[in-house]
């Protein structure tokens, strides 16, 4: 209760200085924010009146509220990219008033005065970083495929897993601990491609926010990140559409009203074609040698959103997501009248998501949004062999059949309701609630085999077996109020309670959260923040297999909920009106930590709970970043310097060791720069320390005698003193990009030009001990033990066709 009562002080004192302000002759001017060309609206849009020196942002709906005194006002709202404009009201009761904004033609021609926009320094949060979706679609990316996740590992404090993939590692967290959203729903596997590849096609999205820190109270139920990816609305004044041709896959998206200024749509759609391309080759081949079928690869994904404008107080958001993998082996290999061989394998994982949300204005002041929400994920795999055998007549003579499938997932139904309440300039209050039901798939496995000879069934089989389905329930409840204390001091603070049920387990928790900004002399901004977090779902994986079976489980009465603190202080200003530079300092810990044990497997009947181990971890460092948001040169600078540990009783003989993806230096460079209306320039380069691996110590001989005979061996035993003892060598990159864009009468065109890894250095993808033999030059071959490096990427070109219409 102690660790409470500090936060309910404040709660108090924000409760009579409500009170106080409501006292005043005030009223409230209110509305929503939109883009003047496509209708949608406008998130984090800035709203300031400088007479009070008061001011607001857009909500995640484009709603903005301010309550000022009785006066004539002049109220300035500007966006990125877009216009300002100012507009003058006199202010003598309540006003209604929606804005659009104008996109600038180019974004060094916008002047967004001090008092128009927020800067870093004036935002109570820390640790969060927003990356314009526009700016995302011009870096440099592998095989010209724009990947979301990839420009976000470019960020300090955030790293990737190895070459090409598109995990995120955030502040020594690993991939489950970051909560990922889809327009609200949560995303439980974000690669295609083995991972070289996220889900999330940039065409349809439109907001991008990652929280590494500092937790407002609304967040809950990961340890590490937060990342919000909210999809485009839909053109409402009319239809457009985009696509594009890359060596990868092929893009369309097609948006437009379905009644002018009231209701709107867009449809994303994404493919591979590599399989289809592939497929008259790979059946050549096969027919070549006897046989007929098909191999291949595929992934898709398809988005899709329709909004509806009920009236001035209410809309209506519908929004979905559909995608798969699928790789496939479908071979036969026959004799007429003989005999036919046939082989099928599959495997296949693949997200959906849906939700549909309900806004409200209840007044001028209040605003809120109701969610329902679907999620599922699933994985599964299939191996089966079918063989028949004929006699002389054409009858058959044999015929044989085994298969077996393993399939597991994890479905989610959930509610959540939110409230923004905006009393006064000096406060922001949320509050609301979540509830989630989730059913968990351990695992299951499927055999089926038959067996027939000469028209009589010997063996039949079919069977399923596995582990229970889980049922679970959680749950949350957060307050939380953006407070300006003073003209220098501002605070965000509030509570998160969480609840998780399951079988006969029941677990609690209180998150306090907080972060302060003071103000000093010259604009320089002091921020400081703490939050804890609880995680309830479990994900276990192999730390050296990024591969798509990996498992999200419950916690249970025998497997902990995870959690996590986590206290940051830094600095922030921005220089001049573009350059925004911001330096903190963060310390993390997580204790009931979940991993495999040594030596365990994911493919077993043995119970999931008694093949793990928890544990405890800890992650600290100091991250800088400077980011040019504005001008014909946009990008950034980021540096993370940073250790991460992990402690588990039966690993490394319980002593602390370093994380594998513990690095000590990150450094990335991002620049892009528009050299005339025609022509864009961009290039990255990224450095990291390589990550930890274990190497034995030592080798002892001992003689063994081999199985069919007792003649004694030599066999090298390998002793293992500590556990990711050494590190591979650093991981160096440049990216490089060449965009060329013409507007047609109709159209505009651009061809984009690029290499991945430029100067074709070898990074380590893994490394191995081999034996290599050596020649003395005498015929006498001596072997040699030898650690041998294998790479992945070499420089790798890439060329893609855009449109737009």
């Given at each position: ?425 000096n406060h922001y209050i949320k509050f609301g609630g979540l509830a989630i039901r989730h059913d968990f798939n351990p ?54 309670f969480s609840g998780f049920s399951v079988n006969n387990a029941n677990y609690t928790s209180i998150q306090p959260r ?292």
């Open positions: 209760m102690k660790r409470i009562t500090p936060y309910l002080l404040l709660l108090a004192l924000c409760s009579i200085q409500i009170l106080h302000a409501q006292s005043e002759e005030k009223y409230t001017i209110s509305g929503y924010i939109y883009d003047d060309q496509t209708g949608e609206s406008l998130i984090s849009a800035n709203v300031y009146e400088s007479k009070n020196a008061a001011g607001t942002v857009s909500n995640l709906y484009g709603f903005y509220s301010v309550t000022l005194p009785k006066d004539s006002i002049y109220l300035t709202f500007s966006y990125i990219g877009f216009q300002p404009q100012t507009i003058g009201v006199y202010l003598d009761r309540d006003v209604d008033l929606d804005v659009r904004l104008g996109q600038s033609v180019s974004l060094d021609v916008v002047e967004i005065t001090a008092d128009a926009a927020e800067k870093i320094e004036e935002k109570t949060q820390m640790s969060v970083i927003e990356v314009p979706i526009q700016q995302i679609k011009k870096i440099p990316a592998l095989l010209g495929e724009v990947d979301v996740l990839k420009a976000l590992q470019l960020l300090p404090g955030v790293q990737s897993g190895g070459e090409g993939q598109s995990g995120l590692y955030v502040r020594g967290g690993s991939p489950d601990q970051n909560l990922i959203l889809l327009d609200g729903v949560p995303v439980y596997n974000v690669n295609h491609l083995f991972g070289f590849f996220s889900v999330f096609n940039a065409d349809a999205i439109k907001d991008v926010k990652l929280t590494k820190g500092g937790f407002p109270a609304r967040y809950g139920g990961r340890l590490s990140s937060v990342l919000e990816i909210n999809m485009k609305e839909g053109n409402n004044q009319e239809f457009h559409g985009a696509g594009s041709i890359g060596l990868v896959s092929s893009k369309l998206s097609l948006e437009g009203p379905i009644i002018k200024d009231k209701a709107s749509f867009i449809v994303s759609g994404r493919r591979t074609y590599i399989d289809i391309l592939a497929q008259p080759i790979i059946r050549a081949s096969l027919q070549a040698n006897g046989g007929d079928g098909r191999i291949g690869y595929y992934f898709y994904d398809l988005n899709a959103k329709v909004n509806y404008k009920i009236s001035e107080k209410d809309r209506l958001y519908l929004s979905a997501y559909l995608g798969d993998d699928r790789f496939y082996v479908d071979t036969e290999d026959s004799t007429p009248n003989v005999f036919r061989d046939k082989l099928e394998t599959n495997l296949g994982w693949g997200n959906i998501t849906s939700a549909l949300r309900w806004n409200h204005k209840w007044s001028n002041k209040m605003f809120s949004n109701l969610t329902a929400t679907y999620s599922r994920y699933n994985f599964g795999t299939l191996i089966g062999t079918e063989y028949e055998a004929f006699a002389s007549n054409g009858s058959q003579e044999a015929f044989e059949k085994y298969s077996a499938s393993y399939d597991s997932g994890i479905n989610d139904l959930a509610l959540r309701l939110d409230f923004d309440f905006i009393p006064n300039p695992g299951e496995f499927n055999l089926e085999a038959r067996v027939v000879e000469e028209q009589e069934e010997l063996f039949a089989l079919d069977t399923l077996f596995g582990q229970d389905r889980v049922n679970a329930l959680e749950y949350n409840v957060f307050v939380e109020d953006d407070h300006k204390i003073t003209n220098g001091l501002k605070a965000n603070y509030g509570l998160h907080i972060a302060l900004r003071q103000l000093l002399p010259n604009q320089i901004a002091v921020k400081a923040s703490f939050a804890t977090m609880r995680q309830y779902v479990q994900y276990l994986t192999n730390e050296n297999i990024g591969l798509p079976w990996d498992q999200w489980l419950p916690t249970t009465n025998q497997v902990e909920p995870q959690d996590s603190w986590q206290a940051a202080i830094g600095v922030a200003k921005t220089f001049g009106s573009d350059y925004e530079v911001s330096i903190e300092g963060y310390y993390k810990e997580m204790k009931n930590l979940t991993a495999y044990r040594d030596g365990a497997s994911l493919f077993t009947l043995t119970d999931w709970q008694e093949q793990v181990v928890q544990g405890e971890g800890n992650s600290y460092g100091a991250e800088l970043f400077i980011q040019k948001k504005k001008g014909r040169f946009t990008g950034w600078l980021g540096y993370t310097l940073s250790w991460s540990n992990r402690r588990f009783d039966d690993k490394n003989f319980g002593e602390w060791y370093p994380y594998t993806f513990d690095r000590r230096h990150d450094v990335s460079i991002v620049g892009v720069y528009e050299l005339s209306d025609r022509i864009n320039l961009a290039a990255t380069w990224v450095y990291g320390t390589g990550n930890s691996v274990t190497f034995a110590e030592s080798q002892s001989p001992i003689l063994t005698s081999g199985f069919f005979s007792q003649e004694l061996w030599p066999t090298w035993v390998e002793t293992f003193t500590e556990r990711n003892n050494h590190r591979l060598p650093a991981y160096h990159r440049l990216d490089i990009n060449v965009d060329f864009i013409k507007q047609k009468k109709r159209y505009k065109r651009i061809w984009s030009i690029g290499a991945y890894n430029a100067y074709s250095n070898k990074n380590p993808f893994f490394v191995n001990f081999e034996t290599d033999y050596v020649d003395d030059g005498n015929g006498n071959f001596t072997s040699e033990r030898v650690l041998k490096q294998y790479s992945l990427f070499p420089i790798i070109p890439s060329i893609s066709y855009r449109f737009e219409f």
